[in-house]
């Protein structure tokens, strides 16, 4: 793995552990008004997609179910319901430090068995033009680096105003989009795009930490070709944009 993706892994996760440990300590000492709820969850969602995509499934996995025991438990407004939480977010915390100790055995949790296409396969897909959006910058470099290793030319965004922009600027053949993101989710860029005419027969994907049932609101967005769960193999992807060619 490429040095500079696992140093920005690093940052991205050292950054998200600072927040988490403000929160068990909001929660040790019952400050539950003190919480920012939406954001707290919102970063909770983001380690469980950094993990997944990097192969840590047990510790993706843990951070996924505090993300839904929490979000129950704010939803609750009871304290006793937040309070329960707490060994969860303990355990959390003790999972994400454990990565960032553990880089000997880093190599471990990558797709080393990952099946690599025959290239005549994607032979259509060389040259192609495709925008890539996700603001987690860990998972938006490690994305446009896999996508660049096929000869594929990437813009990538990090959000969704800014995947709109550029879509309408440089006329993509495919456009990847992470649900989850500032600005604009990937679902409304989906539908603004719609009212483009220039931009309404082009293919997108749909990446979400959810499962795509777990999504709402996606009907008429003719243009959504498929809804993805992360952590996603590109190659996976790369079958389904060659449908498209």
Not at 32 to 44: A, F, G, H, P, T
Not at 117 to 128: Q, W
Request: charged content about 30%; overall charge negative.
């Amino acid at each position: 793995m490429d040095k500079s993706i696992k140093d920005k892994f690093m940052q991205q996760m050292t950054s998200y552990l600072k927040e988490l440990h403000g929160l068990e300590r909001q929660m040790l000492a019952g400050k539950y008004d003190d919480i920012r709820q939406s954001y707290i969850l919102s970063v909770i969602h983001k380690i469980a997609g950094l993990c997944l995509t990097f192969e840590f499934k047990e510790e993706g996995n843990i951070a996924r179910y505090v993300e839904m025991r929490l979000d129950k438990a704010f939803k609750s407004n009871k304290q006793h319901e937040i309070k329960s939480c707490e060994i969860l977010i303990v355990n959390l915390v003790k999972s994400c430090e454990e990565i960032l100790q553990d880089w000997e055995g880093y190599a471990n949790h990558l797709r080393h068995e990952e099946v690599k296409p025959k290239d005549e396969k994607f032979e259509s897909l060389k040259g192609l033009r495709i925008v890539v959006a996700d603001d987690d910058p860990v998972i938006r470099t490690l994305m446009v680096r896999k996508f660049e290793d096929k000869n594929i030319q990437v813009e990538a965004a990090k959000n969704g105003k800014e995947a709109l922009d550029k879509v309408l600027a440089t006329n993509p053949q495919f456009i990847i989009l992470d649900e989850n993101m500032p600005e604009m989710n990937g679902s409304d860029v989906c539908r603004a795009l719609l009212s483009h005419k220039q931009a309404q027969e082009i293919p997108v994907f749909l990446l979400s930490g959810y499962d795509s049932g777990e999504l709402h609101d996606l009907h008429g967005l003719t243009n959504l070709k498929k809804v993805f769960e992360k952590p996603l193999q590109v190659d996976v992807l790369l079958n389904h944009m060659a449908q498209f060619v």
